[in-house]
């Protein structure tokens, strides 16, 4: 089936250091891809996508490859701040019946920046 | 322009009660999503809504059941509540079943 793994949590890292959360995905085809964040006590926000092999998605620092190969959809940042520590969750858009699409998410990486 | 919206904020139900809740779409998207957010955990795909008729159904017991409205607004209903119902409830509207998703900020469902 269709699933996604991401590395577990909690990350806490001191502003300014280099972020790597690692999402890994099970498909069949080629399914698009998305990194979406979570602040505390709100719904989800698309933080970037990428729709097909080595598209890269990036947004506000965050970037992320769509990788093949190794069915791998890593999100880094160059330099974290405080004002990042949320909850970040990889995600795939599956097709299913009658055109719908459902997205399917890992278990998410709550990520504390300390300053 | 306004976005997803949702309600209510908060619910506290009882064991064998019936709830619903309730999701407005972003303007000019018509199709609605729910999902099912536990705690520590990622959202899990309720079911699909376009065209005021259920498109897909996720991994969920007939308890759950929705409807959408004329005007695209949707609503979710869960009968005889469980504990384990207990979760964020969140709505995520699309133009077209596969467009991109933009969620609302979810309704918190406490099963005492």
């Known amino acids: 089936g269709n699933s996604v793994t991401q590395m577990e949590g909690p990350v806490t890292l001191s502003e300014e250091a280099f972020l790597t959360i690692n999402c890994t995905y099970t498909?069949?085809?080629?399914?698009?891809l998305f990194w979406y964040v979570q602040y505390p006590g709100e719904g989800l926000q698309l933080l970037l996508k990428?729709?097909?092999?080595?598209d890269k998605g990036s947004n506000k620092g965050f970037e992320a490859t769509y990788r093949k190969e190794t069915t791998s959809f890593h999100l880094e940042k160059g330099s974290v701040q405080v004002s990042d520590s949320a909850v970040y969750f990889c995600?795939?858009?599956?097709?299913?019946?009658?055109?719908?699409?459902?997205?399917?998410f890992g278990q998410g990486t709550r990520l504390t920046i300390n300053p | 322009d306004a976005g997803v919206t949702q309600s209510p904020t908060h619910l506290i139900k009882t064991r064998g009660q019936q709830v619903t809740l309730r999701c407005s779409p972003k303007?000019?998207?018509?199709?609605v999503s729910w999902y099912q957010q536990a705690l520590g955990q990622g959202p899990q795909f309720i079911f699909q809504?376009?065209?005021?008729?259920?498109?897909q159904r996720g991994n969920f017991p007939d308890r759950f059941s929705g409807h959408q409205f004329p005007n695209y607004s949707s609503e979710l209903n869960v009968n005889a509540l469980l504990l384990g119902d207990s979760a964020l409830y969140l709505c995520?509207?699309?133009?077209?079943?596969?467009?991109?998703?933009?969620f609302g900020p979810g309704t918190r469902l406490t099963v005492l």
């Open positions: 809504y376009y065209e005021e008729e259920e498109r």
């Open positions: 303007s000019g998207h018509d199709t």
């Open positions: 990428a729709t097909k092999a080595d």
């Open positions: 995600a795939l858009l599956k097709g299913g019946s009658q055109g719908a699409q459902k997205l399917v």
């Open positions: 498909a069949t085809g080629y399914p698009s």
């Open positions: 995520a509207s699309s133009f077209v079943a596969g467009g991109q998703q933009f």
